[in-house]
């Protein structure tokens, strides 16, 4: 059944963009709701404030259709049926979540909200919060009469339009059918698996996901250092595993610098303060966390056997956005391993395509260039960082006449394929979990 609502998007940073402009696609008529009327005037400008693949396009096209418009006026949500929060819960540097966001708009939407509306988060949150949310509306309006579902969303930096478009399975958390109806009509031309649960196993779901991914790598990373020291290849190991049908080729088996960004660690840390409040111990999941809070360390151990000491040694960095495909710098592990060199007294020279000059400016003194070629200029090591499958396209006889010392630490084993032509070229190569 084709069924169109009218949908207010409240919090418009890059979930709400994309939400926006994908419900928009879908036929709904959007209004995007956001405080900052600097961010308002430039989605209506067709600006995103994080870019994707395809984003532009579908603000300018659903923009000039009228089913999609941006606004500051929060008096808007009540010409909606549908209200859906879309905050990018901020995450600290311990992988603590922060819920004022979301609790300051739902404070200044409540008084807007009109009987029927559906109340939809796909925000992350910590499982208890969408009874929270019910609790805190029912307060405020014990007459509204309304209904809610929580969708965790399911977007990957870079491809994030696709992510939404092409979903495979959606989760929807409801206990009413007035709000699975809903959630199943907004989603109805999407070829995607919906999956229907209570909320807070919704809200589960997605740390559970989260969880599991996160352990993946962990647990990647303790085989990684053990094949290190044993002589065996870590990648081989993988490949063993993933030809095992109870594992399978899509498991998320990666030997690196394990994880970035606060997204998967927000989940771990909700999971183990869910545990703590309820005296469960998840020995598991506390593992995974530690490990990965500790794998930046190995890039100074490494480049220590390499070198004895790196003060006054100069490392060209390549990659230094949180993951390939995005200029975010928020919670980039190859800046926060890129202070720690510094501190130890090396001399950075870094080198993104998509990182931002100025952002750049504003958290190192260390410089930044477009060309890898030129950041490596007299690099007595040369360090892979992100793992952009666009760097295995660099000229390796090229960059090692630029280097003083033809070293190239490749962290995230995204050279491997690479590995005849690296070490052809005179450089020693260095990766995670080989030797």
């Known amino acids: 059944m084709d069924v169109q609502y009218k949908i207010a998007v409240v919090g418009l940073w890059h979930l709400g963009e994309v939400y926006s402009a994908c419900l928009a696609e879908l036929g709904h008529t959007v209004i995007g709701i956001a405080e900052d009327s600097a961010l308002v005037a430039n989605f209506q400008k067709n600006i995103p404030p994080l870019a994707e693949p395809r984003l532009a396009e579908l603000l300018e096209s659903n923009q ?28 600290d540097d311990e992988d603590e979540v922060n819920l004022s966001p979301v609790w300051d708009a739902l404070q200044k939407a409540i008084p807007h909200l009109e009987n029927g509306v559906v109340v939809a988060v796909s925000s992350q949150l910590p499982v208890g919060t969408s009874k929270q949310i019910i609790e805190k509306i029912k307060a405020a309006r014990p007459e509204l009469q309304f209904s809610y579902f929580y969708s ?10 696709r992510c939404f478009m092409e979903p495979g399975r959606i989760v929807i958390g ?6 699975l109806d809903a959630a199943n009509n907004i989603f109805s031309k999407l070829n995607a698996e919906i999956i229907t649960m209570k909320t807070a196993s919704a809200e589960m779901a997605k740390h559970a ?28 190991v993988v490949r063993a595993l993933k030809a095992e049908p109870r594992v399978g080729p899509k498991a998320y088996l990666f030997a690196g610098l394990g994880f970035s960004g606060g997204t998967l660690g927000r989940d771990l840390k909700a999971l183990l303060a869910a545990a703590r409040h309820d005296r469960i111990e998840l020995p598991i999941v506390s593992g995974a966390y530690v490990k990965n809070r500790n794998r930046n360390d190995i890039v100074l151990a490494r480049l220590r056997q390499c070198f004895g000491e790196v003060q006054g040694k100069t490392i060209a960095i390549f990659g230094i956005t949180y993951k390939p ?37 504003a958290r190192t003194p ?14 007595d090591a040369a360090l892979v960082l992100t ?17 003083r010392t033809p070293v190239l630490f490749d962290a995230q084993n995204i050279l491997i394929s690479k590995e005849a032509d690296i070490k052809s070229a005179g450089f020693t190569y260095l990766s995670i979990g080989r030797r």
């Open 209 to 236: 996901m989260n969880a599991w991914l996160a352990t993946s790598i962990s647990f990647t990373n303790d085989i990684a250092d053990i094949c290190e020291r044993n002589g065996a290849d870590v990648e081989d």
């Open 325 to 361: 495909g995005t200029p975010t710098l928020r919670r980039s592990q190859p800046l926060e391993i890129e202070a720690e060199l510094r501190a130890a007294g090396a001399v950075l020279r870094l080198s993104d395509p998509l990182a931002v000059a100025e952002e750049v400016a």
């Open 174 to 179: 409801a206990d009413s059918r007035g709000a």
């Open 152 to 161: 965790p969303e399911n977007l990957r930096l870079g491809d994030a339009v």
């Open 64 to 91: 000039k259709s009228g089913r999609l418009s941006y606004t500051a006026d929060y008096s808007k949500v009540k010409e909606c049926n549908v209200v859906w929060f879309t905050f990018d819960t901020p995450v």
């Open 366 to 379: 260390s410089p930044l260039f477009r060309d890898p070629y030129e950041a490596a200029q007299g690099a």
């Open 387 to 403: 793992p952009d499958p666009k760097l295995r396209d660099l000229d390796f006889l090229k960059l090692k006449t630029v280097m």
